[in-house]
Nanobody, 122 residues
C-alpha cells in the first residue's frame, strides 16, 4: 500500500512562490512516475505536471509552463513542485499522484495524496 502526503501549501500574494512536497510511505516509488494535479472550487481536477521515475523527463500543463518546476529526489522518496509567479487563478487544492506508467499519470494515476491548499491573493 502506497501513501502519499503533500505539504508546503499556504497563502501567498500574487507574484510570490511556494514549494510543494510529496512524500511517499509504504513502499518505494523508485519505479513510479509521479505528478501533480489541482482542483479549484467549482472546477474539475486538472493535470498540472508529471515526472518520470528517473526525473529525466517532465511534462507540464500549458497554464503553468515556465512558472512551475517539477522534480524528485529518489533517495528521499519525495517529489517537489516549485511554483513561481503565482496568480490568483492558481488557487486550488493540489494533489500528488503516482503510477508505474508515465503515460497514465496525467489522466488516471493509481495512487493519490489527500491534497494541500494553495491560496494566492491579489
Amino acid at each position: 500500500q502506497v501513501q502519499l502526503v503533500e505539504s508546503g501549501g499556504g497563502l501567498v500574494q500574487a507574484g510570490g512562490s511556494l514549494r510543494l512536497s510529496c512524500g511517499a510511505s509504504g513502499r518505494t516509488l523508485i519505479w513510479h512516475a509521479m505528478g501533480w494535479f489541482r482542483q479549484a472550487p467549482g472546477k474539475e481536477r486538472e493535470f498540472v505536471a508529471a515526472v518520470t521515475w528517473s526525473g529525466d523527463n517532465t511534462y507540464y500543463a500549458d497554464s503553468v509552463k515556465g512558472r512551475f518546476t517539477i522534480s524528485r529526489d529518489i533517495t528521499k522518496n519525495t517529489m517537489y513542485l516549485q511554483m513561481n509567479s503565482l496568480k490568483p487563478d492558481d488557487t486550488a487544492v493540489y494533489y500528488c499522484a503516482a503510477d508505474p506508467n508515465i503515460a497514465v499519470v496525467p489522466t488516471t494515476p493509481r495512487y493519490w495524496g489527500q491534497g494541500t491548499q494553495v491560496t494566492v491573493s491579489l
